[in-house]
């Protein structure tokens, strides 16, 4: 699809680094602050979609290509399994919070929920990446 | 490590599908993707060996209970694993290891395998958590990936007939699971706890006899969440279809696979949840309704596939009517009937395959007179067909008599003969299909057809072989049955072994 | 009578009209999408407490004061979870939508139907 109008391409550019940033920080302060992995990963594809829509699949596809997304989207996943399986080689049961856990309201804290978020950030950011690049050019080969 | 088999038996196939995709990326660089099948039909046997390795234990009367992140339950998740489950998970283990070395050669011919092996994964890894789980809201969760995993394997051939087929199957399965979530939010709101041993010692405490109208608002908002998923009468219309446009091995997997988890999860909410015996005459009900109306639709089809999604509904009939009755003898029926179901409605859909891997139609106008070229799945059709009308030797005779008996002896005897009218309908049909591929007279384009390949024809004799024995030897099939029939009624013992000393 | 149960069942209601009545794919899908929102809200609706404040542990609201006074963060937990679920059934059927309109040009689901019996 094509881009836009030279305002959304320079809004977009502009924003861009901001919207990512805003979706890294509700990831990493899953634990503290409202929102987490799934949250968090919406916003990161919000910004992505921002620079789809602003300057045409070719370009997005560029920057992050679908198959960067669909590797990234299997290890967000594998990182999230592995650490559950760390409670098993651990000796305790599966998915428990065996790693030293801080101070309640530090940022560096409650063990392995960090892990756990990160893995479903990426996961999620990476698949609505994956199923929006093909919705969004899905009549594209009828032109070629 | 292997005191933690049942997380395994569900963390294995799921890692396996994240791991699908990359192997299948690195693979088709190297252009070895044999590499890809046989890794998953690896991970397929390995899960059946982990059921096989808690088989003993359980079968000797302990509860297996593990807990995730070591919580104790109510307040975090368990896994709980009795007779009843440990039957469903064989069943559905087997199955899928079945179906993953048909697929080796079935699946020759299409593109985008990367995609199929990693949802084949997904929907195990999510069958094995739906029977394994001790959570409610687990339940629920894994019952949508496994409804999500199907809707995209129906539409796998992206032709039209399969994306319709797959638009209705979506449409209604999300009806049912909304359902489901709503009856769960009640359940939540009465009694607090999301554990199914924690549910059903609150809800024996409010008391069953008589119910309270909340609690059969509940039942019956559970009831039809569920009966959407197994195609009882009213709601099955997108069976067919669905059956007819997903590819052959994943049929297998449906009939097998997903009916008897849907089978397990209305046994589940009825029996140790809501500790109720006195819903056996709705049971009945619809179990014949369903019987009768499967069997005669599926007198009328013209395609092979639909008649057998036709007899699948009118199976699913059988096992309802059989634990509706309410005894210990109709109990056991019905669980051994879930049993042969499996066994041999993925026996005749994987010979469907096999006929449509060579030929290329299943449509009974065009077929005729294979029996010539494909002696072996001829046979091992006419088995398949035999063992599902109920004749003699083999295993549908032994689940289907238990049934005749326990339903007069609880004094319903018109049921007992609406089930003996229904098999030979059964029987009528089938035969008809029998006649109308394998003998007769052969059309001219047929004449160079080859026999099925080595890798189809093994579990299709796999299955065939236990259809005989479990026939000729029916006290074998009840020795399979007893411990899930236990627990059905222990609701005292599971709710003792999961929370622990109340 | 809390007013949030009457809004969730009156979106329920005009969820499952709006899936059986229309005929246009995206508007079955909106129905479904209403009917599953009204169901989340009925979800969450059921774990407030009176006067009750957001359940988060911090400097000012130790975990005691949480404990007694804060709502019920379960549900919410589990609608996330749901919330999830509905986003990937959404996504398929929209594509499934995109094959329709690319078979048929039109998306009215009587004149496309044609598997019977």
Redesign the interface.
Known sequence: MAGMTIIVKTASRLLFPFVLLFGIYIILHGHLTPGGGFPGGVVIVAAIVMLLLGYGADAAKAKFSP?QA??SE?IG??IL?AT??L??FLG??????AIPLGTTGNLYSSGILIPLNIGVGIKVAAGLAVILYAMLTAFEEEKK | ?IE?AP?LAI?IP??GS??T??IS?LTKRYKKERIRDLFVVAITIVTLLLVLYMLPTVWNGNIIV?????WTPPWGICLAIDGLNILVALIVSGIAALVSIYSLMYMKNDTGLGKYYTLLLLILASMMGVTLTGDF?NMF?FF??MS?AA??LV?FR?N??S??????Y??MG??GA?LF??GI?FI??LVGS?NIADIAQKISIIGTNPMPLVLILILALLMTGLSIKIAMVPFHAWMP?AY?AAPSAVVALFAAGTTTVGVYMMLRVVYTLFGVAALGAMLIVLGSVTMVVGALMAL?QRDLKRLLAYSGISQVGYILLGVGFGTALGIEGGLFHLLNNAIYKALLFMCAGAILYRVGTTNLDELGGLSKNMPITACLFTIGALAISGVPPFNGFASKWTIYIAGIQAGKAFFTLLAIIVSVLTLAYLLKAVNAIFLGQRPKRFENVKEAPMTMLFPMMLLAVLCIVLGVLPSLGIDIVTPAYNALVNQHGYIHAVLGGI | MNVDYIVAMLM?SFGLYC?LIKRN?IK?VIG?EI??FG?HL??IS?GYREGGIAPIVTGTNPASVVATLGVDP??QA?VL??IV?DV??TA??LS??I??YK?HKTLDMSE????K?
């Not at chain 2, 994306?163 to 209705?168: D, G, H, L, P, Y």
């Not at chain 3, 496309?112 to 598997?115: D, E, G, N, T």
């Open positions: 198959l669909s590797v299997n996943s594998l399994v559950g399986l409670g098993l305790f049961n599966f998915m428990k919070n | 490590m933690a997380i963390i799921l890692m994240f791991l995709p990359l990326i593990y807990r995730l992140g070591n809201f969760v949508e990936i999500t809707y995209a539409a992206r039209w007939d994306i319709e087929a797959s638009i209705k979506m449409v999300s009806l909304s979530l709503l939010s939540y709101n999301l279809d007819q009328v | 329920i899936l794919l079955m479904l009917l599953t169901i009925f979800l059921m379960l549900p589990l979870t749901s679920i990937c059934v398929m059927l499934l939508a094959y329709a078979y496309i139907r044609r598997l019996g």
